[in-house]
Nanobody, 118 residues
């Protein structure tokens, strides 16, 4: 079993920055892709950014140029640096990880609230 613990959320003014962390622990044989999703009230959960084990990254168009995803494989931790935040970024942010070699398992964190005041 793998546990994902997110941290770093909070309340920030528009134009400000936050850095989210997602630490994976437990039975981790191979930590593959790590992703950040978000879900705003009344909306579907959406992919914000993802990073492969080799460091390749993808971003939602809405966050390109403002958010940066990174990972520290020695710590089994992914980060999401969020700059130039606006009210539309307000949501619960979830970490998602794919673990395994032949058989892949998916894990989710409990979520961390990000609120941007305008």
């Amino acid at each position: 079993q793998v546990q994902l613990v997110e941290s770093g959320g909070g309340l920030v003014q528009a134009g400000g920055s936050l850095r989210l962390s997602c630490a994976a622990s437990g039975r981790i044989l191979t930590l593959n892709r790590m992703e950040w999703y978000r879900q705003a009230p009344g909306k579907q959960r959406e992919l914000v950014a993802g990073i492969g084990s080799g460091g390749s990254t993808t971003y939602a168009n809405s966050v390109k140029g403002r958010f940066t995803i990174s990972r520290d494989n020695t710590k089994n931790t992914a980060y999401l640096q969020m700059n130039s935040l606006n009210a539309e970024d307000t949501a619960v942010y979830y970490c998602h990880a794919v673990v395994g070699r032949v058989v892949l398992s998916h894990y989710w964190g409990q979520g961390t609230q990000v609120t941007v005041s305008s």
